[in-house]
């Protein structure tokens, strides 16, 4: 890899499974395994924007493999705007080659997260002010294909949605970073769950020394972060050096920055298993790497 690249999701695949891509402007895009470049272990791939016909500033922001397209799982999808929506994945079953939308979006609105679920997960969405709001999937009906979806999180003007979360309580305790360089990590349980569409609860205190929230992920003590500034600078960091503290506090510095520089992404980096060489008969390993 480039020293400016990472692994950020691993996951294995069928030959024949399909690939759901989307894009930043609430797009969604199929590629067949087979339809990507094969290459050996070392070999460093190809970007997406090379494989997908993107329009300028395009991002794809989520990769979901998908083996079968069964009607007991959904696509779950929330904007920056915190507008959410669920999707039978059973809708997303006939492909189109230059794409289809996913989410009818608003003005300068933007895909911000998007996972698959069981219809019976609690969703938690954070915004760029420190507020968490955590309720119940199926608070959201199932709605068709081209519909907008329904207001997930109430925000005040000026802030947006940054990361969306499935709580599991097996993935262990949310980590989040501001912009200035703090973060923590906080138990699940102290996050309530709440009616869908409030304004949420604290879940780490912004202020002028900490600034807006850019990031929050679920991650166990043996796990890894990595940081990302818009100077270009990546720092690797183990999750177990990052205090675990309450809600309602500012955190602790993760990253020395720079002279205005900030902190812009954070990331659960996934580790790679050199000493592993064996591969299922019909199966690639694929990872989709921060371009």
């Known amino acids: 890899m480039k020293d400016e690249d990472f692994i950020e ?42 494989l997908l016909p993107l329009e300028d500033g395009e991002q794809i922001n ?8 069964d009607a007991d799982n959904y696509i779950f999808m929330v904007t920056a705007s915190g507008t959410v929506k669920k999707t039978p994945l059973e809708a997303y079953s006939r492909p189109r080659a230059n794409g289809i939308i996913a989410v009818d979006l608003k003005d300068d609105d933007q895909l911000v997260g998007v996972e698959l679920t069981d219809g019976q997960s609690d969703i938690m969405l954070f915004n760029s002010s420190g507020k968490v709001i955590r309720f119940a999937e199926t608070d959201v009906r199932s709605m068709g294909r081209v519909s907008r979806g329904v207001r997930g999180m109430r925000m005040p003007e000026g802030e947006k949605i940054i990361s ?44 002028e020394r900490n600034g807006n929230v850019v990031g929050a992920v679920q991650v166990r003590a043996e796990h890894q972060i990595m940081l990302i500034t818009d100077g270009g600078t990546l720092v690797r960091t183990p999750v177990k050096d990052v205090s675990l503290v309450g809600r309602n506090t500012q955190g602790v510095k993760l990253i020395n920055l720079t002279k205005n520089e900030k902190l812009v992404g954070l990331e659960r980096v996934l580790e790679e298993d050199d000493d592993s060489d064996s591969e299922a008969d019909e199966t690639d390993v694929l990872d989709s790497a921060e371009e």
């Open 62 to 69: 989520a990769i979901l493999p998908v083996r079968e397209f």
């Open 164 to 207: 969306l979360i499935i709580a599991n309580p097996e993935d262990g305790a949310i980590l989040t970073a501001t912009e200035f360089g703090f973060g923590k990590r906080t138990e699940l349980d102290q996050y309530r769950v709440q009616g869908r569409g409030g304004s949420g609860i604290i879940s780490i205190q912004t202020s």
């Open 9 to 50: 999701h691993l996951f294995i695949a069928n030959t024949h499974d399909t690939l759901l891509c989307f894009s930043s402007a609430g797009k969604v895009y199929w590629k067949k395994v087979y339809e990507l470049p094969q290459g050996g272990r070392a070999a460093r791939g190809k970007p997406i924007v090379n």
